[in-house]
């Protein structure tokens, strides 16, 4: 059995950010057209008339203030309300390899490897453009990588899951070092005309480098200590988008096919279990919470995340111990705890200890246990 560590982090970001200012006045405007466009039907009782949202409203409901996309204009359009991607010919890379190639990229230069030191590619994210060939198999392709490449889906969690699927693959012996990779179009699958949604998600991608202990060289690198995942079944975050749509045409272009969630009662029920399962983790390998100098969280509501980490330390964390970049990148989906693990690790003294969580849709809840070396 090998001991494994993460070696090296990437992140890519999209050249475009949308301010929640931007984002309302889209929204308002089409609330305006669509309220007069029925005004009969909403005056005779027959259609809900739309409300209006603000900048103000969604900052206090998620600590949101901005969001970086792949395409602006689309989404900023109150006759598409979504992102255009166009499609690309089956001979150039797909929009997810390229976000994947281009944290790799910086994930394999802090790690100090090259494609020839890995081997294997691992793609784990929520929103998979394709069924097949897998992204995972793109990428490998694209750096150049020899070995196995293939995709996986568990939310939000993806990222903490595919850390744990990574490092088994490594303690076994089956590689040196596994990329694994999170490209996310979340503004791809989220309804703009939505009030309590159309500001939640952002698109970015970001890599970690897992590899075998004793072959790492890199100065960035974390002990990966323990891995510990939970699922449990909820309708509660829900998308009912797949191949199989077009065989039940009633439900085609039906709200369910883009991401909805219960808010509140993901709020209710996720945050205890996250706590709970984080605490467990710890407990388990003989560690206090105490001792945890750094939580990276999933960035997908400061609330939550201000609650899990007081249910944890039984106080208010500060800003250095659960870092925040929800207020610039919004929810990120699987990528988010990984942008908030590679802004913010640098600073850490060797031998620090430090939590990198993730949870979401499923449920699910990934907890990874480091310490940097």
Not at 12 to 26: D, F, H, M, R
Not at 305 to 316: C, P, S, T
Request: charged share 20%; glycine share 6%.
């Amino acid at each position: 059995m090998h001991n494994v560590v993460i070696s090296g982090t990437g992140l890519y970001t999209p050249a475009n950010s949308i301010s929640n200012e931007e984002l309302v006045q889209s929204f308002n405007t089409y609330v305006a057209q669509f309220n007069a466009d029925n005004a009969d039907a909403i005056a005779r009782g027959e259609v809900e008339a739309l409300t209006e949202s603000s900048a103000a409203f969604i900052e206090k409901a998620s600590g949101i203030k901005s969001r970086f996309v792949m395409d602006k204009e689309g989404i900023l359009d109150p006759q598409r309300m979504a992102p255009r991607l166009p499609e690309r010919s089956n001979d150039e890379w797909s929009v997810l390899c390229q976000m994947a190639i281009g944290a790799a990229e910086q994930a394999l230069q802090r790690a100090g490897k090259t494609a020839a030191d890995i081997d294997g590619v691992i793609v784990a994210c929520s929103n998979l453009q394709r069924a097949y060939p897998a992204i995972a198999i793109e990428v490998q392709e694209a750096l150049g990588i020899q070995g196995f490449g293939f995709d996986m889906n568990v939310a939000c969690s993806s990222a903490t899951f595919g850390i744990q699927t990574a490092a088994n693959s490594i303690q076994l012996g089956h590689a040196r070092a596994i990329l694994m990779v999170n490209p996310e179009v979340c503004t791809g699958h989220l309804n703009f005309r939505d009030r309590d949604s159309h500001f939640i998600f952002g698109d970015a991608a970001t890599a970690v480098i897992i590899e075998r202990a004793d072959l790492a060289t890199s100065k960035y690198q974390f002990d990966i200590v323990s891995t510990k995942l939970l699922t449990k079944f909820s309708n509660n975050i829900r998308n009912n988008f797949g191949f199989l749509n077009r065989a039940a045409e009633e439900g085609i272009g039906a709200k369910d096919k883009l991401f909805v969630q219960e808010g509140r009662k993901v709020f209710k029920e996720v945050c205890p279990m996250v706590a709970e399962l984080i605490g467990e983790h710890l407990q388990e390998n003989q560690l206090n919470v105490s001792d945890v100098k750094r939580f990276w969280l999933h960035q997908a509501n400061l609330s939550m995340n201000h609650l899990i980490v007081k249910k944890l330390l039984g106080r208010d964390a500060t800003e250095q111990e659960a870092p925040v970049i929800l207020d610039t990148y919004a929810n990120t989906s699987s990528a988010g705890s990984v942008i908030s693990f590679h802004k913010n690790q640098d600073d850490l003294p060797a031998g620090s200890l430090a939590v990198l969580s993730s949870f979401g849709a499923g449920y699910s809840i990934g907890s990874v246990i480091l310490r940097k070396r």
